[in-house]
């Protein structure tokens, strides 16, 4: 099945520990870029989260946005800098006795002064939360992929609708080479009435001259290549996996055939129906920019 590389998704994960909310969302690009917007606490989950992102996604840019919040009592400590009491204290008194002053100093004169005191927050092993992050970005990649998977139904109806029509443009280039072949006889024998008398005329050197022109003008070998194509193509879009650049460059062969096919018939009409076919090429080529 063809996916997107355009979709979004959301995923949860909570318990008594952890609440964990993923956003992620992607656009086309040639290969994957993973473009992280978290909290620095969270950088050491990177190459995980890249993997498991890696198991769902192969092309395309993406954003990843994870919202988490530690749930966790975390023990608290507050450590007291003896030190600098001390030196405080010793400060004041001095103070004190060169003021002439008997003023007292209590405990919470003392705490006021900067890094008396110090909190110690005690920071929780993050490692515990790695699998509600996981299963949250999980959650989040499912329906992203849901979503490309949805998109990329669409787009495969629309490509096949076009090889369809493109097989239709074909069978008309089919219709034409005996024509082109008709009418080169015809124009040749005009000719040769115009400037011989007609007693003169060769037959063996008109057969000749058409059979080197028929060859010379034959496309048949892109034809049959061309449906060859339109085969592959058919076979390669149902492929389960990463299609995109495959059918990149089975577009780049189609377009290659009809160009050669244009200049050996060397024909107006052949020339509109290539321009067709060209056309419809190029509308392929657009939309399969648009899948992984």
Known sequence: MIKSMTGFGTGDFENDSFKVHVEIKTVNQRYLEINFHMHHTLNMFEGDISKKIKEYISRGKLDININFKDLREKAVSITV????????????????????SDKKYSAMDIVRFPDVLSVDDETNDMEEAKPAILAAV???LKGLVAMRECEGSNIKEDLLSRITTLEGYVKQLEKLAPEIVDNYRQRLTTL???????????????????????DKVNYTEELVRLY?????????????GPVGRK????????NREINTAASKANSSGVAQIAVDVKCEIEKIREQIQNIE
């Open 81 to 100: 800098d003896k030190g600098l009491v001390d030196a405080y204290s010793k400060a004041l008194d001095d103070i004190n006795q060169q003021l002439g």
């Open 247 to 254: 059918i990149d460059f089975l577009i780049q062969e189609m």
């Open 138 to 140: 999980e959650d989040a």
């Open 228 to 240: 060859s194509h339109f085969n592959q193509f058919r076979e390669i879009i149902n492929l389960d």
């Open 192 to 214: 040769l009435e115009q400037y011989l008398a007609k007693e003169d005329i060769d037959e063996n050197r008109i057969i000749q001259e058409t059979a080197m022109f028929t």
